[in-house]
């Protein structure tokens, strides 16, 4: 596994591949995912090979970790309550996000924006809970508990009895951005690979020894998997072929700026 | 063009290739961009074709631009000596990072940060100036002066005589972000390509309208393009072939957040 980012061919022209997983059945709570995903990988003409990084939407993970909730389940607080009488939101949804939460970094009524830290340590509009693509009026679903144990489960499935090697299992979900518009696909959790590419004390391409750049290689690779994956198309995951990458176990951990360094909290 | 980000193969495997453009003469001021990029497609065997997306990064495109400053030709002024005092930084880097901003989002002496609105209107650290892959000790580079111009140059000199049709430009550079570690590369201009997939009033996969749901389409171009681009490998632009995009002269700017929206300046 080398620095570059990409595997050259023959020619020495980088490419990648990006191809959607077509054909999964609905998911119920117990679904093995992985095994799911390999088989309509293989079923669609284009089985996973070694190398290979599957990307895998946060909704389908929830739904095979039983993450969705019933709102005519949840007894709202009364900060929920007084949160969705000025923001015309629903006081239970409201209190689950709170519940997700372990602080709070924007609560405006006025504007119906909540900012929270999620348990695990994104930052994020509504803990991450939403309702898209989740059947049912009374059901919202959220994000997995352990998102990195998501993916260990999701990549051990696909490696199983195979014999590949170096695959790479990303679990991504659509974050807003401070000061720009538009959602962009990052991730929540990782197994195989590591989270950032250091070029820290490698020269650059003319020499210079370049001192700060990282690269949030999962949240890249997250978002170039978004590109086919879209939002209505009933593709909740792609293969990334071709990507070089450095395998490691440290999931997304490294990717959450820690309090102490972070200015815009 | 369709709504769903991908071109659609005969299987109806949706397929999206990543393909670095390698073999760039080294850039000067005058260079025409977009001609060589065109011309290096064609040199490695992969000539640009309709539908295809060329990302290119910032650095080429402000060196071919003439916008590379000798600090030693920089007179700082006095809040940038005090802040480089502090800092340890350049005082003459400082200043430019000062000249090239609108405002000021923050300014951390003890840290060495500076976060600037450039006069774009971006929100990144330094201005988005910096010296890497710029060759002699006593350059940096400035961000193009109007980057959806820049795009829109390049894009006219690749369709130019040929008869291409549906090709599109972006004009990327890698961003810092808040609260997550690793930097990743996002748009800051575009010519032939609306930057905003929009999903608002479509149908989810279960038939539920989306109300908040935009995707930021040419920052997730750019974030693929980066897989293969890497920072020392000498590629500094790549075609994305296979997406399936709005067609548009909207540029970078709906994807700056207005002020009066912004939770975090």
Redo the contacts between chains.
């Keep these: 596994m080398g620095?570059?980012?990409?595997e050259q061919g023959v020619?020495?022209?980088?490419?990648?591949?990006?191809?959607?997983v077509?054909g999964l059945p609905e998911i119920a709570v117990g679904t093995r995912l992985g095994q799911g995903i390999a088989d309509a990988c293989a079923a669609?003409?284009?089985p996973i090979l070694n190398g290979d990084v599957l990307v895998v939407t946060q909704k389908i993970v929830s739904k095979a970790e039983g993450r969705l909730v019933r709102l005519s389940s949840v007894d709202p607080s009364p900060l929920a309550i007084s949160f969705a009488e000025t923001s015309g939101r629903d006081p239970r949804l409201v209190e689950l996000v709170l519940r997700e939460s372990r602080s709070i970094v924007?609560m405006?009524p006025e504007r119906g924006?909540v900012?929270t830290e999620t348990l695990h340590g994104?930052?994020c509009a509504n803990s991450g809970i939403d309702?898209?693509?989740?059947?049912g009026d009374d059901f919202v679903a959220l994000l997995p508990e352990d998102s990195d144990a998501s993916a260990r489960r999701i990549l051990e499935e696909i490696v199983g009895t195979s014999s590949l090697t170096g695959v790479a299992v990303v679990v991504s979900d659509?974050f807003g951005?401070?000061?720009?518009?538009?959602?962009?696909?990052?991730a929540i959790g990782a197994a195989g690979i590591a989270?950032?590419r250091d070029?820290r004390g490698?020269?650059?391409?003319?020499g210079?020894m370049?001192t700060v750049?990282?690269?949030?290689?999962i949240?890249?690779?997250a978002?170039?998997a978004?590109?086919?994956?879209?939002?209505?198309?009933?593709?909740p995951a792609a293969i990334?072929r071709g990507?070089r990458f450095f395998g490691g176990e440290a999931g997304y951990k490294?990717?959450?700026?820690p309090r102490a360094n972070?200015?815009?909290?």
């Design positions: 620095k570059e980012g990409c020619t020495g022209v980088p490419r990648l591949e990006i191809i959607g077509t669609q003409g284009t924007r405006e924006v900012i994104f930052v309702a898209s693509n989740v059947p659509t951005r401070a000061w720009r518009e538009g959602h962009v696909n990052f989270p950032l070029y490698i020269p650059d391409a003319v210079k370049m750049t990282q690269i949030a290689d949240d890249e690779l978002a170039s978004e590109l086919v994956m879209g939002k209505t198309a009933n593709i990334v990507h490294p990717l959450i700026r972070d200015l815009f909290r």
